[in-house]
């Protein structure tokens, strides 16, 4: 898979979910901080995001989009000076779906929400995902990311009419809105200017030709021997041009992040099946068992075989 398409694997830590939320002015909602990151998106009428800290508020109107990476408490409301009702979430750790409100008054404004959420695996979060700001707006612009418009469209319809097999189709979309919402903030990286006019930290590490194909050899071979060396002839550098390169973009150095991308990939495969320790072993880059597990219990601060159990 691609970097975009391994951070979403990576940070998946449970089923997300959704609801549509129908609300009357005047209205308000507090969200309170949680494991994992929301999203909300304006099908009609007009809202404000009242981020967490002292950010200023933010205006939303239809078709925008908002992204909360980092599970801080945030609000929404009708006007910044709304009162504000507390949605707690259930057992489960979901929001609840709530039944249309009746309307008050034929004369009240109506603003109808697209609210969800992601439950992600704090402990093991993708650098990419860190990088992310609190809140990623994306604002509805006339040919602007077209593909998140139409996942838009589709999860909107999957939850105000269900048919069969909306049970299946609705986490699928919510995987995919996802994507794009990410897609859609790098994009838009793209074209702002950072303070040397170009764009800075894991969008700039996409953008650049020779870290972006590093980065994809790593994901689409973790197990692999590379060298520093090796990773920066693929785009055409010296080892040390290309480890220095690297390290400023994505944080750390080539290995380091090689390492924790092998971890993280035994930590899946631990997961979610039931191969043997000396196959996730082989695919996470260790030719040997015992190798692996102390590296593996270094990271994790326990025995490979005790975190399968654990997560299951």
């Known amino acids: ?26 209205w308000g909602m507090r969200f309170p901080a949680s494991e994992g990151a929301g999203f909300h998106v304006v099908l009609q009428g007009s809202a404000w995001l009242l981020p967490p800290g002292d950010a200023a508020p933010v205006q939303l109107g239809v078709g925008d989009v908002v992204f909360l990476a980092h599970g801080r408490g945030h609000a929404l409301a009708d006007d910044p000076g709304s009162p504000l009702v507390d949605i707690t979430p259930g057992p489960d750790g979901t929001w609840p779906t709530p039944a249309d409100e009746p309307r008050p008054d034929p004369a009240a404004p109506v603003t109808e929400l697209l609210c969800g959420a992601y439950k992600l695996n704090r402990a093991r979060a993708h650098p990419l995902l860190s990088h992310l700001p609190d809140a990623v707006h994306l604002p509805a612009r006339v040919g602007a990311h077209p593909a998140l418009r139409s996942a838009v469209d589709l999860l909107g319809s999957e939850l105000r009419s269900p048919l069969p097999g909306s049970d299946a189709v609705v986490p699928a979309l919510l995987d995919t809105l996802l994507l794009y919402i990410l897609r859609a903030w790098w994009l838009d990286e793209q074209t702002s200017a950072g303070p040397e006019g170009r764009p800075a930290g894991w969008s700039a590490a996409l953008a650049d030709p020779a870290v972006s194909a590093a980065l994809a050899a790593v994901h689409e071979d973790p197990a692999r021997a590379w060298t520093v060396e090796e990773l920066g002839a693929l785009g055409g550098l010296s080892r040390a041009a290309f480890a220095r390169r690297f390290t400023a973009l994505v944080g750390e150095p080539p290995l380091a992040y090689l390492t924790w991308w092998r971890m993280t990939t ?35 601060g326990m025995a490979p075989g005790r975190y399968r159990r654990e997560a299951g």
């Open 1 to 26: 898979m691609d970097v975009l398409s391994d951070v979403i694997t990576a940070m998946r830590g449970g089923r997300p979910h959704s609801s549509r939320r129908r609300k009357y002015g005047p």
């Open 266 to 300: 035994a930590g899946r495969l631990l997961r979610s099946g039931d191969a043997p320790l000396r196959s996730v072993a082989q695919q996470s880059g260790y030719t040997s068992e015992f190798a692996f597990a102390k590296a593996f219990k270094r990271e994790y």
